[in-house]
């Protein structure tokens, strides 16, 4: 079975710029979140997503968005990039709403900010 | 503010000893209390998970052990084996997505 895919794997943008990254969660899972993990830390909830709504948001401001589609993919967009948004962002997908303690996460994209 | 305190920052361990990951926390609205491994170009991969209910659980090689009143949890791996190096992450979730990491662990074990 397909893991959790996140794609790209790598990106380089510039301060200022905008920044889109994707996540196909395990077939049958319907819950999305997103994670930023900067280099030497653990992961910091971003978003979680269940049927294509927001059900969780974390302490990000709101030049960080997503959204799910009905195919239960998502999308993580970071507008008025930063240097500090350079980190690996993560997508972890799980069966159902409540059961986040079982999610799987994807590989990350690597998101560096010049 | 950390909510999830983790500690050693790293750890080396001889083959076949024990390794033992220490974290804490503030937060008694914590109730699920998962350990991750992570290997480099990876994401983390959930290990082991205990509820505050229960005061150990053991998975093959790996147990966790908890403190309810001292608000403690630890890791321990016994056997460490080379295959074992990764980094390690405690992590404390409340009302089932506030999901807080802690720093994370880099154990190197030797052969």
């Known amino acids: 079975d397909a893991g959790v895919t996140q794609s790209p794997t790598h990106l380089i943008k510039t301060r200022g710029q905008h920044v889109t990254l994707r996540c196909s969660p395990i077939?049958?899972?319907?819950?999305v979140s997103w994670y930023q993990q900067v280099l030497g830390q653990g992961p910091q909830f971003i978003f979680q997503y269940y049927e294509k709504e927001e059900r969780g948001r974390g302490n990000f401001p709101d030049r960080f968005s997503a959204r799910q589609f009905p195919n239960y993919s998502s999308e993580l967009n970071v507008n008025a990039l930063l240097l500090g948004d350079s980190a690996l962002y993560l997508c972890?997908?799980?069966?159902?709403?409540?059961?986040?303690?079982?999610?799987?996460f994807g590989p990350g994209t690597r998101l560096l900010v010049l | 503010q950390q909510q999830v305190k983790q500690s050693p920052q790293s750890l080396i361990v001889q083959k076949g000893g024990i390794s033992i990951i220490n974290c804490a926390y503030e937060n008694t609205a914590f109730d699920y209390f998962p350990w991750y491994q992570q290997f480099p170009g990876k994401g983390p991969a959930l290990l082991i998970a205990?509820?505050?209910?229960?005061s150990e659980k053991k998975e093959g090689r790996f147990t966790i052990s908890f403190n309810k009143s001292a608000k403690q949890f630890s890791l321990h791996i016994m056997d460490s084996q080379p295959g074992d190096s990764a980094t390690y992450f405690c992590a404390a979730i409340y009302n089932f997505n506030k999901f807080y990491f802690g720093s994370g662990t880099k154990l190197n074990v030797k052969p």
């Open positions: 972890a997908s799980s069966r159902a709403l409540k059961r986040v303690e079982t999610q799987y």
């Open positions: 205990i509820r505050p209910d229960v």
């Open positions: 077939s049958g899972h319907k819950s």
